[in-house]
């Protein structure tokens, strides 16, 4: 699976959006990008995936450049509960392929 | 989302005791199951993949012996903490994913560790 770069850390404003990017300059065209977070102390937490086109759930939005190249995930108003490591992966999707956490962005949203 | 449980939450151990720490899909079926451990400040590290009725799947400098993996059914794998260190102490998570191909790994709440 391609190798994924993002940012240590990052701070946000309460009710703000928060656009946390991901790297991934070796995707290969089977590679889905998919993120995660996780809150102190509990398990990671599934946030969204997307192939080429940009998707949006209840919870974030996921913009995937042309090149696929990198991607960004956005949280279009952030709360504190959203203080988290974002994870960013990269795997080939409809495989029983394991997920392999790099170190995340830690997001510290701010009142 | 689908929902994964472990049990315990947290365990004391004493050094040399076993532990063993559950994880059910609670709501699906689940052939491949993964257990991970992380040390503080760390991110999650892969240990093994489980199979439901086949051996696990060790990651490279995982001990197969000392983290015994048990697979029996498709809602259910347990990982055994053997002879149990100081060093061991850490928190383990799961994930499962689905049968039918939905293919969104869903992780437990991981279990906090410790041996004195």
């Known amino acids: 699976d391609a190798k994924t770069t993002q940012p240590t850390s990052m701070d946000c404003a309460e009710g703000r959006a928060a656009n946390l990017p991901c790297n991934h300059s070796?995707?290969?065209?089977?590679?889905?990008v998919y993120w995660y977070r996780q809150i102190h102390s509990q398990g990671p937490q599934y946030i969204i995936h997307?192939?080429?086109n940009n998707e949006t759930n209840e919870m974030a939005s996921l913009i995937i450049t042309e090149d696929r190249k990198s991607s960004t995930l956005i949280l279009p108003h952030a709360t504190l509960r959203d203080t988290a490591v974002y994870y960013c992966?990269?795997?080939?999707?409809?495989?029983?392929?394991?997920?392999?956490f790099g170190q995340g962005t830690e997001l510290s949203v701010k009142p | 989302g689908a929902v994964v449980s472990q049990h315990p939450s947290w365990v004391i151990c004493k050094s040399g005791t076993s532990v063993k720490i559950e994880c059910r899909s609670l709501?699906?079926?689940?052939?491949?199951m993964f257990w991970y451990r992380q040390f503080p400040k760390q991110s999650l590290m892969l240990m093994a993949t489980?199979?439901?009725?086949?051996?696990?799947?060790?990651e490279q400098g995982v001990e197969k012996d000392k983290f015994l993996i048990n697979h029996a059914s498709l809602t259910l794998s347990t990982l055994t903490v053997t002879s149990a260190h100081p060093e061991d102490s850490s928190f383990y998570i799961c994930?499962?994913?689905?049968?039918?191909?939905?293919?969104?790994?869903?992780f437990g709440q991981g279990t906090r560790l410790t041996v004195v």
């Open positions: 994930s499962a994913r689905e049968f039918s191909g939905v293919t969104e790994a869903f």
């Open positions: 992966i990269v795997r080939v999707r409809n495989q029983g392929g394991k997920l392999i």
């Open positions: 709501d699906f079926q689940a052939t491949t």
């Open positions: 489980s199979n439901e009725g086949s051996k696990a799947t060790y």
């Open positions: 997307g192939l080429k």
């Open positions: 070796t995707i290969s065209g089977n590679e889905y």
